[in-house]
């Protein structure tokens, strides 16, 4: 008796690993190539596919824009979308960039400020930061007299600005550690 329960023991201990084998090879057939690969921060993580934007809706989360709880800045678009679970835009509006554009990638938000004074020399609130382009800071933030101008091409600045009631919802969902997924 005691040969043929060790014998019943060793079956299905080569059917559990053949199983598992068998999961393991499937699961590795399915993962993307550069699964486990490390990535530069700041690489891009979001596609470049066509945008809904270029489908002609300019306020549709764009398609390949990431996933989980981000903000999504389209450079192009000069949009902005607070995005919640499961791909649930919160809110999103229009923003005047400043003349340094971060590039296509995802970021996570790296410090926040409630009030200073902007690269233009404006006074600005809730300032969110994400990136440093050429040693240029890149951030969102509200001009405190609700403007929203045309940055001086020749003066370099990092600020994206939106308007005060958007600021205040960008400060509210744009924590440290939040990503910022920017698409082109």
């Given at each position: 008796?005691?040969?043929?329960?060790?014998?019943?023991?060793?079956?299905?201990?080569?059917?559990?690993?053949?199983?598992?084998?068998?999961?393991?090879?499937?699961?590795?057939?399915?993962?993307?190539?550069?699964?486990?690969?490390?990535?530069?921060?700041?690489?891009?993580?979001?596609?470049?596919?066509?945008?809904?934007?270029?489908?002609n809706?300019?306020?549709?989360?764009p398609?390949?824009?990431?996933?989980?709880?981000?903000?999504?800045?389209?450079?192009?678009?000069?949009?902005?979308?607070?995005?919640?679970e499961?791909?649930?835009?919160?809110?999103?509006?229009?923003?005047?960039?400043?003349?340094?554009?971060?590039?296509?990638?995802?970021?996570?938000?790296?410090?926040?400020?409630?009030?200073?004074?902007?690269?233009?020399?404006?006074?600005?609130?809730?300032?969110?930061?994400?990136?440093?382009?050429?040693?240029?800071?890149?951030?969102?933030?509200?001009?405190?007299?609700?403007?929203?101008?045309?940055?001086?091409?020749?003066?370099?600045?990092?600020?994206?600005?939106?308007?005060?009631?958007?600021?205040?919802?960008?400060?509210?969902?744009?924590?440290?550690?939040?990503?910022?997924?920017?698409?082109?």
């Amino acid at each position: 008796m005691a040969g043929s329960s060790s014998g019943f023991v060793a079956l299905l201990t080569a059917t559990a690993l053949a199983t598992v084998g068998f999961l393991g090879y499937q699961a590795s057939a399915s993962a993307p190539a550069d699964l486990g690969k490390p990535r530069a921060k700041g690489s891009p993580e979001v596609s470049t596919a066509k945008t809904a934007r270029d489908r002609n809706d300019p306020v549709a989360l764009p398609v390949g824009s990431g996933t989980g709880v981000r903000v999504v800045y389209a450079v192009r678009g000069k949009r902005v979308w607070l995005v919640g679970e499961g791909d649930t835009v919160k809110r999103t509006f229009h923003v005047t960039p400043g003349s340094v554009d971060p590039a296509p990638g995802v970021y996570t938000v790296t410090s926040r400020s409630n009030t200073v004074t902007g690269s233009d020399g404006r006074p600005v609130e809730h300032v969110v930061r994400f990136t440093t382009v050429e040693g240029i800071t890149v951030g969102f933030s509200a001009a405190v007299d609700g403007t929203t101008p045309r940055p001086n091409p020749t003066v370099k600045t990092g600020g994206i600005r939106e308007s005060r009631a958007d600021g205040n919802a960008m400060w509210e969902f744009a924590t440290i550690g939040r990503t910022v997924a920017v698409i082109p």
